[in-house]
């Protein structure tokens, strides 16, 4: 066998494990976008920001937020999402949908967030959420 195709056997390899090690549901894209969220805070009341994506999937995303969230809060979300990540029927320009925030870590002083998005939530996710832009 040539040098060139063992490299290649060898990469595909370590490829097969990563995905065979790897649980999630739909690979991660890492892509920036902007997206808008909104969200209610109890004391404060209502709010929204413009963030930044640092990843994408179809089930969700994960994206830099100053605004302080807590795991389980249901944010409004508004990108402009590439059809291809859409799970609709009919995929839109404007991606405009719930998401839960399922997990929450710090990378260089910047807060991000991974949401999983909401396919169709109940009004008591909503209640605290029903700010729109």
Same mark, same amino acid.
Request: charged fraction near 30%.
């Given at each position: =066998?040539?040098?060139?195709?063992? /490299?290649?056997?060898?990469?595909?390899?370590? #490829? %097969?494990?990563? #995905?065979?090690?790897?649980?999630?549901?739909?690979?991660?894209?890492?892509?920036? #976008?902007?997206?808008?969220?909104?969200?209610?805070?109890?004391?404060?009341?209502?709010?929204?920001?413009?963030?930044?994506?640092?990843?994408?999937?179809?089930?969700?995303?994960?994206?830099? !937020?100053?605004?302080?969230?807590?795991?389980?809060?249901?944010?409004?979300?508004? !990108? %402009?999402? &590439? %059809?291809?990540?859409?799970?609709?029927?009919? &995929?839109?320009?404007?991606?405009?949908?719930? %998401?839960?925030?399922? /997990?929450?870590? =710090?990378?260089?002083?910047?807060?991000?967030?991974? !949401?999983?998005?909401?396919?169709?939530?109940?009004?008591?996710?909503?209640? !605290?959420?029903?700010?729109?832009?």
């Amino acid at each position: =066998m040539s040098e060139k195709n063992l /490299y290649q056997e060898r990469v595909s390899n370590k #490829l %097969a494990q990563r #995905l065979r090690a790897d649980k999630r549901r739909e690979p991660r894209h890492s892509i920036a #976008l902007r997206v808008r969220v909104a969200g209610s805070d109890r004391q404060k009341g209502p709010w929204s920001e413009l963030a930044e994506t640092v990843n994408v999937s179809t089930g969700g995303l994960a994206l830099r !937020l100053s605004r302080k969230v807590i795991v389980g809060d249901i944010l409004y979300v508004e !990108l %402009a999402l &590439p %059809a291809r990540f859409q799970r609709d029927i009919k &995929p839109s320009a404007t991606h405009n949908t719930y %998401a839960r925030v399922r /997990y929450i870590e =710090m990378q260089e002083r910047q807060q991000i967030v991974r !949401l999983e998005f909401l396919r169709t939530p109940t009004p008591s996710q909503t209640l !605290l959420a029903n700010v729109k832009f």
